[in-house]
């Protein structure tokens, strides 16, 4: 180990291999460009569902929805993973990053595959959308693309676990994996589980639309999809729990008040979290009521218990750090004089209450077996999920990015007051949206339709002008989550550009 | 983790006690929305 390979860094005082450095700037970069694709075009989108605006035609609506989904739910959040994974190993066990080469091959397959996929869908060669169920059919290449990324991510949790092993060997930390390492490769493992999945449905799939295998099982596609495709979002709770510890810890010097039990949370994750997918095929032929009802009502809960234990654990270490510093009148003066113009410190807290009060709550009972048909496809899931993935996961990577600048760009986030309502603006606009999208579809508007009413349809729907203020509300409140997203993006290249130089 | 007794985390229990609360409503409410619209018997 030469010492030219490494900084200390003067706040946090971990060592930074420089090679892990330069893998999380460049995933973390990509990811918010990617971010940025996704905002922009989901904007458009929230502005089309807004009935009385109406942006787009339903050919750009089905292609952006299409980019939106796979800008979103997979390329921004697994980029920033990959960085998380990188920072969680070498930087804070204080470890040289192994083998950077298949880091860089990870990152150069992440890009092309991400790259190539988006390229699809905007020539109007995969209007399949997130899903794409077949038999809808995409160009060969898009199928390709997915792949390409999923097999890079797969190479990012090897070098992930080969760090783990390599920060052992070299006796880089004592004692136990800290609990956040500990999280992310909860992470790196459900991930694995969850990119094998999307191999094995994706690679079938690819020589489908290459004209090489003659017919896919649409059942059996819909069945391994979610394997990939609801568990890719298991992965974003486990990677955002982590990064709740670290912000907690970060912003007011939280310790986990017991971490065993965080960390039995985080076991409970890997061994049951992937069977919740399976809510997705509530509606479907294949399983048996019995079957459908065992997992949604009873196995699917020993996962919601361990989020019921980190909702109370993270919470409950930031009250006693807070207590701690004095703030110990009555219940909640904590509460109050906590450093709510931290924009990492305010976003954890949105993030708690978005993805638990809105998300959490409601991706429970939409995924009970009964209660499910009367949610299965309309607005009410994309509203949850908004909550979860959005209002809890996004929200909580922006509330990192705010220490990652300082510490792995060496740069000070330029316009602190602006970064401070950045989170307010991103996190109350996406839980508004959420709600109004819930509440739309609380009175049976459909998702993913250009056209609810059914206008060109053989029958048609008319709704209430409830359900228009609902959608007046949504598109509003995503105008203003958008323009959160927005100012985040703007400081953090602003920061990268322009930011003061932090010596290390 | 040894607390006086000043640093229980008194405040985050109430909290999640009303997360638990809301979430029961919650549940409630849309067994009896169901049960509205898919009639039994």
């Not at chain 1, 900084?7 to 970069?29: D, M, S």
């Not at chain 1, 479907?284 to 997992?295: E, L, Q």
Request: proline share 3%; with cysteine.
């Amino acid at each position: 180990m030469s010492s030219w390979n490494y900084r200390t860094c003067p706040t946090t005082g971990f060592k930074v291999h420089n090679k892990a450095e330069t893998l999380i700037q460049f995933n973390a970069v990509t990811s918010i460009v990617f971010l940025l694709v996704g905002g922009i075009v989901g904007l458009t989108l929230a502005l089309t569902r807004w009935q009385a605006v109406h942006l787009l035609n339903d050919e750009w609506f089905y292609r952006f929805l299409s980019l939106h989904g796979i800008a979103m739910l997979v390329a921004w959040i697994v980029f920033f993973e990959m960085a998380v994974l990188y920072f969680a190993s070498a930087v804070i066990l204080n470890s040289r990053l192994a083998a950077p080469w298949v880091g860089w091959l990870q990152y150069l397959l992440m890009l092309v595959g991400g790259a190539l996929v988006a390229v699809m869908i905007l020539t109007g060669n995969a209007d399949v959308m997130f899903t794409s169920y077949v038999p809808l059919k995409a160009h060969h290449l898009y199928y390709l693309g997915i792949i390409l990324f999923a097999v890079g991510a797969i190479l990012g949790c090897v070098v992930f676990f080969a760090t783990l092993v390599v920060a052992k060997h070299e006796k880089t930390y004592t004692g136990s994996l800290p609990l956040v390492t500990f999280g992310a490769a909860a992470a790196a493992i459900i991930a694995i589980i969850t990119l094998s999945a999307g191999a094995i449905v994706f690679i079938p799939t690819w020589l489908w639309a290459a004209g090489i295998i003659p017919v896919m099982d649409s059942e059996v596609y819909r069945l391994l999809f979610w394997g990939f495709g609801h568990s890719s979002q298991q992965i974003n709770v486990a990677a955002m729990v982590s990064i709740w510890y670290l912000l907690a810890t970060l912003t007011v010097g939280a310790v986990p008040l017991n971490e065993k039990v965080c960390r039995t949370a985080f076991v409970l994750y890997i061994l049951f979290i992937c069977i919740a997918s399976e809510h997705h095929l509530l509606v479907d032929p294949g399983f048996s009521a019995a079957h459908k009802t065992w997992n949604t009502g009873y196995f699917m809960h020993l996962a919601v218990l361990a989020s019921m234990i980190h909702a109370f654990s993270v919470p409950a270490a930031t009250e006693v750090a807070l207590r701690k510093q004095g703030h110990t009148r009555g219940a909640f003066e904590w509460l109050k004089k906590a450093p709510w113009g931290n924009p990492g410190f305010s976003s954890l807290v949105l993030s708690v209450v978005g993805f638990g009060f809105l998300g959490g709550i409601t991706g429970v009972i939409y995924g009970t077996e009964q209660i499910n048909i009367i949610a299965h496809n309309n607005l009410r899931i994309p509203g949850h999920f908004h909550a979860t993935v959005v209002a809890g996961t996004t929200m909580a990577f922006m509330g990192i990015t705010w220490y990652m600048l300082p510490l792995m760009f060496r740069r000070q986030v330029v316009a602190p007051k602006l970064a401070s309502l950045q989170p307010w603006l991103f996190g109350g606009g996406m839980m508004m949206f959420s709600t109004a999208m819930m509440f739309a579809g609380g009175f049976g508007v459909s998702r993913r339709s250009w056209d609810m009413n059914g206008v060109d349809g053989p029958f048609q729907v008319n709704f209430g002008p409830i359900v228009d203020l609902s959608l007046a509300v949504m598109g509003i409140s995503g105008v203003v989550a958008a323009l959160g997203g927005a100012i985040f993006c703007l400081l953090a290249v602003a920061t990268l550009l322009f930011g003061k130089k932090v010596n290390a | 983790m040894d607390l006086k007794p000043e640093e229980h985390p008194k405040g985050s229990f109430i909290l999640i006690m009303i997360f638990f609360i809301t979430f029961s409503l919650f549940y409630l409410l849309n067994w009896k929305y169901l049960s509205e619209i898919w009639l039994v018997g």
